[in-house]
Every structure is written in C-alpha cells, then in structure tokens.
T-cell receptor
C-alpha cells in the first residue's frame, strides 16, 4: 500500500530556515499536503501542491515537489518560535480527504 | 464559529468498558472522519461517513463503530476497550469526500485504556 515517510525530529535556530522532508511511494498521488499540529490541537492545513507543479510559495512557506524521486519538502523561512509544532506530510490520489495517507509527522523545535 | 468540537478532551478507561467519543460540527459538512494518532505512525483512518445516513470502514476499523444519524454528529464507540486502543483520536470533516476540499480537525480526545 501507500507509504509516506518523514524524519521524526528537526531542530533549528530562530531566524534560520527550516526544511522538512517527506518521501512517498504512491506514484499516482495527485495532491500532496502539509499539515501543522500545535500542542494540544488538531491538524491545520498549511498548504498543498498538485502533482503537476514543481513549487508553490506562500509567504514564508515554500513547497518543493520532485515527482521523479517522490520527494516533497516544506521550507519555512525566518523560522519563529511559533513555528514549533509537528508537521505532517500527506498524500491523496483523488484529492479526497477520505483517502489521505499521512506520514508519521516531524516535530520541529525552534531554539532561541 | 465553533467549527468541529470533540468531547471529552481526555479520558482514562478501564479495559472491557465501553465508551463513546463525541464529535459535532457546525459547518454543514457532508463528510466526517475519525482518525487515531499514534507516535511514529501518523494518523490512520478508522471510519468515515460521506453523508448523513452512510458510513464506511477506514484502514483500522476493528473494535470501533460509528453512526451518522444527522449531518452534525459523528460519534465513535468502543464497545469493549483494549489497551491497544490507547491513542489520541481526531474527528475531522470536509465539505465532501470526493474532491480536493480541506479537512478540518477537532482538537482531539486523548484516551488511555488501562
């Protein structure tokens, strides 16, 4: 079946850029998502990218997609302490929330 | 706007007991979902409902049941809890289940089965 993998932890200094990486196995993935989970809260959709795109930028967030290598990354510029959270990569073949496959999540810690 | 609300926030439950996790949304979304979140495994879909009156099994449905009597409510029941059901449970909803619409998540219910 489908598999989405992420590293579990990432630490960065405040003001630096963070890059969170994700790999997936399903070549028919159509939509790829990044969700943010703050402590004690549910998941919040940050951004998504359609599989025919290479890059998507939204303010401090840049998503890069290498479809050949099935590699997705989320770059957060000028990382702030408020960015500390768990970031989940997810994929869906049909763009349906019912068919989301999540990675294990990456715990981002921003150090002062 | 409340969005999607889960209750209780946390619960300690004796093995063998039953429990219902509540989920209510006020966005008039057709589709609702239950996930469990376990360390190192991400979120896994337990059950879903495409619309009121219908439900379906997700990736890990065993030991759980759901009902969808109306649009707003989607309770998850554990008939006889076991320790492996210790997890954080998230309810989510989306406008529908067939297109690229955002899923909105509740704040989660932390369940410990002892």
């Amino acid at each position: 079946g489908e598999d989405v993998e992420q590293s579990l932890f990432l630490s960065v200094r405040e003001g630096d850029s963070s890059v969170i990486n994700c790999t997936y196995t399903d070549s028919s993935s159509t939509y790829l998502y990044w969700y943010k989970q703050e402590p004690g809260a549910g998941l919040q959709l940050l951004t998504y990218i359609f599989s025919n795109m290479d890059m998507k930028q939204d303010q401090r967030l840049t998503v890069l997609l290498n479809k050949k290598d099935k590699h997705l990354s989320l770059r957060i510029a000028d990382t702030q302490t408020g960015d500390s959270a768990i970031y989940f990569c997810a994929e869906s073949t049909m763009g349906s929330a019912r068919q989301l496959t999540f990675g294990s999540g990456t715990q981002l810690t921003v150090l002062p | 706007t409340a969005g999607i609300t889960q209750a209780p926030t946390s619960q300690i439950l004796a093995a063998g007991r039953s429990m219902t996790l509540r989920c209510t949304q006020d966005m008039r979304h057709n589709a609702m979902y239950w996930y469990r979140q376990d360390l190192g495994l991400g979120l896994r879909l337990i059950h879903y409902s495409n619309t009121a009156g219908t439900t379906g099994k997700g990736e890990v449905p065993d030991g759980y049941s759901v009902s969808r009597a109306n649009t707003d409510d989607f309770p998850l029941t554990l008939a006889s809890a076991v320790p492996s059901q210790t997890s954080v449970y998230f309810c989510a909803s989306s406008v529908d289940s067939t297109s690229n619409t955002e899923a909105f998540f509740g704040q989660g219910t932390r369940l410990t089965v002892v």
